[in-house]
């Protein structure tokens, strides 16, 4: 191989790497850990030692693994949610209600429904599903039919879920403790094989129909008419008008279909992990990160899972950092903070990357002629 073969492979090889899609979340990522680490410095605590800490408590053992994984669950699912919205033109900070109501749809159907294994993972699965789809639909048609932003109605709809389950809870379903009952074990997404490989690990199924869920994603959105249809909407909502599309119809069925997403992880997390819904004064967070995830992957179905992995990364590893380099909990949330706010200030990456760019440019010039 010449000269001129191997920078032209070089160049198509680094041009894998500096698509914008995959430099600026990666550049993201990296600014938010290095100002955590500056944060850290300034605390007196070891930067290098509380990131050794992360990667121990993610990758230390397979049971630390599993446990990621089973982190990273449900962030696949909010995340999808988020973006699906996002590519139809929505922002949809509802996950959060949707991932609830899934929850408590499918602790319910569990409870009240009595099925052969298998088919009573199954149904309520779809009830968590379609629990989430529905409350989807509230936003959209406001949206669609009135013109109230889907932001303000959204962030509504999620305190509405968080007192109407724990109330529905409480009257219906309440156990002794702060929680529901249990669910049946017919349902239960729990599989022994599978904790086995990591270690007894609370990894569970519904990490497979997470991955099935990102192909799912892929194929709706650009495979099929009804995905093309909700990705013009998405761009341009005139041009899609005036081609045809009937955009209300588009703006409903993208909130159900986010909906659908959010509250079939909630579903998955009931199932799988706990066995039943907690009362609680807070939101899990789930939806909420799922923004920054959507926001991380650049709304594309790899992006997502590598999105999801790295905050599930961070919060599990959160606890080890704090137990193995004595660093606060509160200054590893500031670290994951900087992390979405680099994310979410792209503008200002985009920027610095530029600047690099240019730099490096002149001075290959530079180097050119002086060669």
Do not use: C
Not at 127 to 143: D, N, Q
Not at 160 to 166: C, E, G, S, V
Request: glycine share 12%.
């Amino acid at each position: 191989m010449n000269g001129t073969d191997r920078r032209s492979l070089q160049t198509r090889f680094m041009g894998l790497f500096l698509k914008e899609s995959a430099l600026v979340p990666a550049v993201s990522v990296v600014l938010g850990l290095a100002v955590g680490a500056l944060l850290m410095l300034a605390g007196g605590y070891d930067p290098v030692a509380a990131y050794g800490a992360l990667y121990e408590g993610v990758f230390g053992n397979l049971y630390n693994f599993g446990e990621t994984i089973r982190q990273v669950t449900p962030l696949i699912f909010t995340g999808l949610s988020v973006a699906f919205a996002f590519r139809t033109g929505l922002f949809n900070i509802g996950a959060e209600g949707q991932f609830l109501v899934g929850s408590l749809a499918a602790v319910w159907v569990v409870v009240a429904v009595d099925a052969p294994a298998g088919v009573h993972a199954l149904l309520a699965l779809l009830a968590g599903g379609l629990a989430g789809a529905l409350w989807g639909v509230v936003p959209g048609y406001l949206k669609a039919k009135r013109g109230v932003h889907e932001v303000i109605t959204t962030i509504m709809m999620n305190w509405i879920a968080l007192y109407l389950t724990n109330y529905l809870i409480r009257a219906y379903l309440k156990a002794d403790a702060e929680r529901s009952v249990e669910i049946r074990p017919s349902a239960s997404l729990q599989a022994d094989w599978l904790s086995a490989l990591f270690d007894d690990a609370r990894i569970h199924l519904g990490i497979l129909l997470a991955l099935l869920a990102l192909v799912a994603y892929y194929v709706v959105l650009w495979k099929t008419r009804w995905g093309f249809e909700l990705r013009a909407v998405g761009l341009n909502p005139y041009a899609a008008e005036y081609a045809g599309m009937d955009v209300s119809r588009s703006i409903v069925s993208a909130m159900m279909a986010s909906g659908f997403l959010a509250g079939l992880g909630g579903a998955a997390e009931a199932l799988g992990v706990y066995g039943y819904m907690a009362i609680s004064a807070i939101f899990p967070g789930y939806g909420f990160d799922g923004i920054a995830v959507a926001l991380l992957g650049g709304n594309t179905p790899l992006g997502i899972l590598l999105g999801a992995v790295l905050f599930g990364a961070l919060n599990y590893g959160a606890n080890t950092m704090q137990r193995l380099a004595d660093v606060p909990i509160e200054l590893i949330r500031v670290v994951i903070a900087l992390v979405i706010f680099f994310v979410a200030a792209s503008g200002v990456v985009r920027t610095l990357v530029g600047l690099f760019r240019r730099t490096k440019g002149k001075g290959g010039v530079t180097d050119g002629v002086a060669s």
